[in-house]
């Protein structure tokens, strides 16, 4: 287990992750907030809706990938 801080609009938040998750949060916000260690709210909204549209294309891909399998071994 792991503890990060979050500065958001200037108050500390602290949460406790695993290790792993630990990392790939803090890469995440490097890559989405520039490497920020200090968020305001529209920087955090602005990452959720990335992510998100992260999720929606990787589910997009998934399906698609899905449905070219079952029809290729006719399931």
């Known amino acids: 287990m792991r503890e990060i801080t979050l500065t958001i609009s200037k108050k500390d938040y602290t949460v406790r992750l ?6 790939a949060l803090e890469r995440d916000i ?5 490497g920020k260690t200090n968020f305001e709210v529209k920087d955090l909204l ?6 998100c549209q992260d999720q929606y ?11 070219h399998l079952s029809k290729t071994l006719n399931v």
Not at 18 to 23: I, V
Not at 46 to 51: E, G, T, Y
């Open 46 to 51: 602005f990452a959720f809706m990335k992510k």
């Open 30 to 34: 490097a890559n989405l907030l520039g």
């Open 57 to 67: 294309e990787n589910d997009k891909r998934m399906n698609n990938m899905v449905n």
């Open 18 to 23: 695993d290790d792993d998750f630990a990392e």
